[in-house]
């Protein structure tokens, strides 16, 4: 799908990999959204790539309703969502204090897993309503996953459910929107130098790097957007997890 004129709604597009995310989009000639809870750096964002902004907690179903029903009419049908808000928290299930709070289990699983499939229900069923392009398709919606999935380390319990979580929407959704021509996909990125990784000291961040194969470093944001539209170009590509890691194979811890 060539994305020029289209819409294109990303989700934490206010930062890291969505901002990234966002502005390769907008460089092809998208019209973005950026949908975060941060209004002040995805404010900024927005206007900087000539897109709009929408306020939203993306695991909240009235929040989200208003802020994609926003996004359509100012903007028009997406053709193209990409989810990567999220959070991640480390904590051990049975920690020095006792067994880990339920409501800090389920808030990272609200927020990850309930959030993205938020996003995909509301925006999957406006782009079921729009034309087809020339070749049958209406969209596509790519989410954020995270080598967590596969190997979650010792104090990611939430955090790695939630993107196994993900990992196995992916595949029923694809199948489910097959016949509204809309593709569904996922990228499971390794390290990433966003603002997260970016707070450690340097020889932290060596550390991290260390772990990975090829290229031994920690992997761009601009790495993560490529990904994204080659996935949005690439018509063939569907129902599928893309792991982006150099290789890494994360320890138990
Ligand atoms: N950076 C990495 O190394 C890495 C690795 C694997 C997976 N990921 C995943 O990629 C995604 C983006 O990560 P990042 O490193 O760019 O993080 P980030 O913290 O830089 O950006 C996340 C954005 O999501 C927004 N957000 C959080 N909760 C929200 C909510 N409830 N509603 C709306 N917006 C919300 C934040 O305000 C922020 O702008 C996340 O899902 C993360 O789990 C990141």
């Known amino acids: 799908m060539d994305v020029s004129g289209r819409k294109a709604f990303v989700t934490g597009g ?19 959204g950026i949908f975060d809870r941060d209004a002040d750096k995805g404010r900024a964002i927005a206007d900087d790539l000539g897109g709009q902004f929408f306020a939203v907690d993306v695991s909240d179903a009235a929040s989200a309703e208003a802020a994609v029903n926003a996004a359509i009419g100012a903007l028009g049908t997406p053709s193209v969502l990409v989810n990567c808000a999220g959070i991640g928290t480390a904590a051990r299930i049975v920690g020095r204090d006792g067994p880990m709070p339920l409501d800090a289990f389920s808030r990272v699983i609200n927020v990850n897993l ?13 782009m079921s309503l729009a034309e087809p392009d020339e070749n049958g398709q209406r969209g ?10 596969y190997e979650g380390q010792i104090g990611q319990a939430a955090y790695a459910a ?16 097959a016949r509204f021509g809309i593709r569904v996909l996922a990228i499971a990125p390794g390290l990433f130098l966003t603002p ?21 470093r920690l992997g761009k944001p601009s790495e993560f957007a ?28």
Request: glycine residues 10%; proline residues 6%.
């Open 114 to 126: 309930v959030g993205s499939f938020n996003m995909m229900r509301l925006c999957a069923h406006a």
């Open 14 to 32: 206010a930062s890291g990999l969505g901002a990234a995310t966002a502005r390769a989009l907008a460089s092809s000639g998208a019209i973005v």
């Open 140 to 149: 596509v919606v790519i989410s954020t996953a995270s080598v967590a999935a």
């Open 162 to 177: 939630s993107k196994g979580g993900i990992v196995s929407l992916t595949l029923p959704a694809a199948r489910e929107f």
């Open 226 to 253: 490529d990904l994204v539209m080659a996935m949005v170009g690439n018509d063939y590509l569907n129902g599928e997890v893309v792991r982006l890691d150099g290789a890494l194979r994360m320890q138990a811890k």
């Open 196 to 216: 997260l990784l970016e707070g450690l000291p340097p020889e932290t961040q060596d550390g991290l790097a260390a772990a990975i194969p090829n290229p031994p």
